[in-house]
């Protein structure tokens, strides 16, 4: 399965952001999907995830009430929308996927990867 992250870019704090994660994998609902970001110098982290269906989603705390994740399973798309970005959220933002039935809060749990795109939030 391969995966491609896009969307990334230079947004002011207080801005907004649409990360988009796409797949050429026909089964696609068939995956629990996850964002993951790493900031320069810092550990990769979970940001949110989505199950199958888009009814199970879990967030990062920091995240909360900021971002939001969707899919759309007839395009094989999962959308992260990032609103009231701060600097603190600047990384490079990953796309994973895994048969899982339920989103992983770990790396670990995700066979497939993408690519990467770059978030960059200024002061």
């Known amino acids: 399965v391969q995966l491609q992250a896009s969307g990334g870019g230079l947004v002011q704090a207080g801005g907004s952001l649409r990360l988009s994660c796409t797949t050429s994998?026909?089964?696609?609902?068939?995956?629990?999907v996850a964002w993951f970001r790493q900031a320069p110098g810092k550990e990769q982290e979970f940001v949110l995830g989505?199950?199958?269906?888009?009814?199970?989603?879990f967030y990062r705390d920091s995240v909360k009430g900021r971002f939001t994740v969707s899919r759309d399973n007839t395009k094989n798309m999962v959308y992260l929308e990032m609103s009231s970005l701060k600097p603190e959220d600047t990384a490079v933002y990953y796309c994973?996927?895994?048969?899982?039935?339920?989103?992983?809060?770990?790396?670990?749990?995700?066979?497939?990867w993408g690519q990467g795109t770059l978030v960059t939030v200024s002061s």
């Open positions: 989505i199950g199958r269906s888009g009814s199970t989603i």
């Open positions: 994973a996927a895994d048969l899982r039935v339920i989103p992983s809060i770990s790396q670990q749990g995700y066979s497939y």
């Open positions: 994998e026909r089964s696609f609902s068939r995956y629990t």
